[in-house]
Every structure is written in C-alpha cells, then in structure tokens.
Antibody, heavy 119, light 110 residues
Framework: EVQLVESGGGLVQPGGSLRLSCAAS????????MHWVRQPPGKGLAWVSG????????GYADSVKGRFTISRDNAKNSVYLQMNSLRIEDTAFYYC????????????WGRGTLVTVSS | QSALTQPRSVSGSPGQSVTISCSGT?????????VSWYQQHPDKDPKLMIY???QRPSGVLDRFSGSKSGNTASLTISGLQAEDEADYYC??????????FGGGTKLTVL
C-alpha cells in the first residue's frame, strides 16, 4: 500500500526539542523529494521544509530556519524533521508529503502527527 | 515568504458555480506555473485537486478547474454538490526550494 506514516509527535515544553519521523511505503522512496507541512489546530496549512531525492536541495520556511533540520535516509525509506528551540507557535499537526517527481505539487500525504508546545 | 491571499469563505447553492481566488506575487504565483489546489474535509488529510495551474489528477471530476492571470490564480467549482463543502488551499513554488500556501478558504454549500 502506498502510504506515509508520521510519528514522534507529543507534548514538549517551550525551548525543547522533538524529532519527527515519516516512514514511506509502496513507492520508490529514493526517487522523490519529501516535505513537511504543518497545520495549527483549526488553522490553515503552512509549508515547513523540503528535501530533494538525494538531499542535494533543502529548503525551510523563514519561521523555522535555523531551528528545524530536515533529513532523509533512503535506505530506511524515511524522512525526518529535527525540531529544536520549539515555540508555542510551533504547535500543529505535522504532515509528511511526497512531491510528485519533477513537478511542483504534493501528491501523497500522511495522516499527520500532533506536536504540542506548552509549559 | 508571505502566505498567499485567499478569501476566508465563499458559498454557493447546489448546482451553482463558485470561484476561489489566490493572490500572490511576482516571486511565487506570477513566476511559476506551479499553482496547486488542495481540498481538505474536517479531520482529513489534504487531497490534490488541481496541479500546474489547470491540470486535474486522475479521479478528480471536471467540475473542478483552475486558471491563472498574472499574480492571481483561481479555482472554479461548477455544479456545486454538498460533498464539495470543505476547506480549499492554494500552493505555489516560491523559488530557492521553498513553497508557500494560501490561508485557506472555507466553502459552504447552502
């Protein structure tokens, strides 16, 4: 089955760290760029970060640059998001998304994992 | 990296057509034919409805169409049905390996 499954969310205090994982299955993972998109409860989608198939291209939203690090392990069909210096405004559902080949859009999404930053 | 601008809400009666706008800049929407649209029902993950401004993925009905003029893209839904009621988000590539979403539009079918 073609799917993405996120894990690693939870409750963390402001200033803390958390590492999200996304396990892919059902497609040739190492052929595709992977991204993280977040959605605060009750609010809209926001692109967070993306990594190309070979990690040669990486991008971050200004709101997380310098605090979050994206990485991937093609041998494990997984992409990760290391989140440091977490802020209350980072509270959101974090979705893993697959970018469609050489195109610009996201054609496969996970169900998301909730990160709550609170004291 | 400012969010693309969408109306907060739109509404229409069954059978009518509605258009949702997505306003960006010459650095994102205006620079690339990369606008995509996603439909999200409550507590569900987003579903791709339109890509590359006006292309429909297989399985998406032709009631959904997209267009772009300058820095503004649009999603038109014709023949509104109750199941179209959802949140809709536009997204554009913004250069330097970054993407930007719109704030989202809540579609209500009256």
């Amino acid at each position: 089955e073609v799917q993405l499954v996120e894990s690693g969310g939870g409750l963390v205090q402001p200033g803390g760290s958390l590492r999200l994982s996304c396990a892919a299955s059902g497609f040739m993972f190492n052929d595709y760029a992977m991204h993280w998109v977040r959605q605060p409860p009750g609010k809209g989608l926001a692109w967070v970060s993306g990594v190309s198939w070979n990690s040669g291209s990486i991008g971050y939203a200004d709101s997380v640059k310098g605090r979050f690090t994206i990485s991937r392990d093609n041998a494990k069909n997984s992409v990760y998001l290391q989140m440091n210096s977490l802020r209350i405004e980072d509270t959101a559902f974090y979705y893993c998304a697959k970018k469609a080949g050489s195109n610009w859009y996201f054609d496969l999404w996970g169900r998301g994992t909730l990160v709550t930053v609170s004291s | 990296q400012s969010a693309l601008t969408q109306p907060r809400s739109v509404s229409g009666s069954p059978g009518q057509s509605v258009t949702i706008s997505c306003s960006g800049t010459s650095s994102d929407v205006g620079a690339y034919n990369s606008v995509s649209w996603y439909q999200q029902h409550p507590d569900k993950d987003p579903k791709l409805m339109i890509y590359d401004v006006n292309q429909r993925p297989s399985g998406v009905l032709d009631r959904f169409s997209g267009s772009k003029s300058g820095n503004t893209a649009s999603l038109t839904i014709s023949g509104l049905q109750a199941e179209d009621e959802a949140d809709y988000y536009c997204c554009s590539y913004a250069g330097s390996y970054t993407w930007v979403f719109g704030g989202g539009t809540k579609l209500t079918v009256l």
